[in-house]
Structure formats: C-alpha cells, structure tokens
C-alpha cells in the first residue's frame, strides 16, 4: 500500500524541491502539504492536483498533530528552530492507532557544525575539525544546548527514544545548497546567491575576516534524491536507512574554501559586465552584517561534515554540477531579480 505523507514547508526553497522530486519518483504516494498562505497552495494544487492541501500555520499544534498521527512518513522541511511544530509531530506520531512505526524526515541546519567558530568567535578562519555521520555520529547528536539548532534536534531525538516502537526519525543536516528548485514557490536559493546580491547592490567584493574558512556543498537535486531515499526506507519499514540515534544524515559532494568562491563570485560579476572589483576585501565580522544579513554566520563560519551514511546505507551519489560551475548562473539569475540584466 502506498505510503501517507506529510509535508511541511512545500511552498520554501528545501521543500519545493524535494515535493517535486517525491512526486515525480512515486505518483501513487498520497502526498498531504500543510500550507499558510492560500495563493502559494494554489501554485501547488496547480502543480500537483492529486495532493491534498492543509491550511494552517506551525502554531497550529492540534492540526500538525492530527495530520502527522495520520502520516507514515512526515517530511519537516519548515522552520527548524521552531519548537512547537517539532513537538506536534512528535505527539502525533507517538499516537499512530495502527500499531506501526511512524518516521519522521527533519531537516535541520548546517550552521549547527559551526558552533566551535561562533563560541571561538574565530569568524573567517580556517578550523581543523571535521565532522562525519557515520564513525563519529555520537558528535552530531550531542551539541551542547546553545549550539544553532541544537533545540529542535533535540526533539526530535528524544521523540524515537521515548516512543521507539512508534517514531522513528531522521534528522538531514544540508551544508551551502546551490542550484534552481524545481518547487512551484520558491526556486532560490540562500548564502551562495545573497553574496551575488551584495557584491552587485553595493558593488563591492568582500570576505568576513581572512576568508579561509571552509564549508561543504550540495546541489538542491542530490538532496531531493536523498530525501527520497530516506522516504522509500520509511515506506520500506525502515531499512535499509538507520534512525534515532543512528538516523543523523549529513549530505555533501564536497568541500570549499570560502575565500575561492568569494573570489569566483567577484570575477563572475566582473566577466557578465555586473561590477569590477579590485579584488576580495577582509571585512571585520562586526561590519560584514552591513553589506548582507547574517554574513558572518553564512559566510564567515566553518562548517565541515562528511556525508558518509547516505553513501554507505541507501547507495545514495551526488550526481549534478558542483558548486563552481554553477556560479555563473547565480550570479546571471541574482542579476536579473536585481533588475541589472535578462538571462544570457
């Protein structure tokens, strides 16, 4: 029997993408999208007539906790530091009246591998740690309770160690997504594609601190095939995917420097005739925030994390262009929102 399925989110850039790439992998799931805004479901419905639509907000514990108590998989692609939803899943999962297992998809936020920067305060440095998901998961599940998203992941793990026999999660930790959604909402992306913004609207190319920083990457299209993955060993009952305390999924093709793809963005807008810049300027973290919101968190943070229990367990391979050749295209579709030129 086809699986029920609970989407939150399906109208942002995460999961819009990942909504396409379920629903055109398994038509005959029966997909259930929560949604607040009525004209943004309507691009849904327009895109996915068999899906069934919720009108709701993630304060609306009684409706995310029937709807989840209802679901076989619930995908939380909407906010994740927001603990009430979080918490809603949790309580309608833990009620499932079948007696079967209920699995639970959560993404959660890279900027949670950046905690020894920011409590370091070392922004734009290079640190040597690298985290991985399979010989040293134990690290991913027990950040200190400051660290960024650290609030939520704890939810959701305590939720499969109080209810084993009833929930069963995954928490996927995305590094720098790049590359155009396919969802019907929005298509863009973040931290690569907000530096293009700044470096045109203030004309000027600048790192956070020395730059040297590194993160790691991944297209929106392999991160949607991971969330399918994830979905079909849910619907499987559970294998070959492994989940609570074993269900921690980082997801990357590979890692940057931060200052390379600064300098990469910088000589894009110069060769699409969108500025000159004599060069990457250090910016102090303290005035970066100034020229793009949130700067020294997005760009000035290291945030390393080897994918390797996707690759190991589900067989699961990036597959698309990396994040440098697509710079160019970032920078050509920031451009065009900016109003400075069309698409070449």
């Known amino acids: 029997m086809a699986p029920k399925v609970f989407i939150t989110g ?6 819009g993408d990942a909504l396409f790439e379920i629903s055109r992998t398994h038509p005959d799931w029966q997909v259930v999208c929560m949604v607040r805004d009525h004209d943004k479901g309507a691009k849904i419905m327009q895109q ?13 514990f009684d409706i995310i906790e029937e709807e989840a108590s209802k679901a076989d998989v619930v995908y939380h692609f909407a906010n994740c530091d927001h603990e009430a939803s979080a918490k809603a899943i949790a309580a309608g999962l833990a ?7 209920g699995y639970w998809i ?6 949670i591998l950046g905690t020894k920067t920011i409590d370091g305060g070392r922004w734009g440095d290079e640190l040597p740690h690298i985290y991985d998901d399979w010989h040293n998961i134990a690290e991913l599940t027990s950040f200190p309770d400051h660290a960024e998203h650290r609030n939520v992941d704890k939810i ?7 209810h084993q026999n009833k929930v069963q999660t995954a928490i996927v930790c995305p590094p720098a997504i790049y590359g155009t959604g396919r ?3 929005n298509q863009r992306s973040k931290q690569i594609n907000m530096v293009a913004e700044a470096y045109m609207k203030h004309q000027k190319a600048f790192s956070v601190g020395k730059g040297e920083n590194i993160w790691h990457g991944i297209h929106i299209r392999d991160l949607s095939r991971l969330y399918v993955l994830l979905g079909e060993a849910a619907a499987n009952g559970g294998s070959p995917a492994t989940w609570g305390k074993e269900g ?8 940057f420097v931060f200052k390379d793809v600064l300098r990469a963005v910088a000589e894009s807008v110069q060769k699409l005739g969108y500025g000159a810049f004599n060069g990457v300027t250090e910016i102090p973290p303290e005035d970066a925030g100034a020229l793009m919101r949130g700067a020294k968190y997005l760009i000035g943070t290291n945030s390393r994390g080897r994918a390797l229990r996707a690759r190991e367990l589900l067989g699961w391979k990036p597959q698309e262009t990396s994040l440098m050749d697509e710079i160019p295209n970032i920078v050509q579709d920031e451009a065009e929102r900016l109003g400075l030129g069309q698409k070449l």
């Open 10 to 15: 399906a109208t942002g850039y995460i999961g």
């Open 48 to 60: 996915y007539p068999s899906i069934r639509l919720v009108h709701s907000d993630l304060e609306s």
């Open 95 to 101: 009620r499932r009246k079948d007696g079967s297992a």
């Open 106 to 111: 959560h993404t959660s936020g890279a900027l």
């Open 156 to 162: 959701v793990l305590a939720a499969s160690e109080a």
């Open 183 to 185: 969802g019907p909402v």
């Open 248 to 255: 921690y999924y980082l997801v990357e093709s590979g890692s």
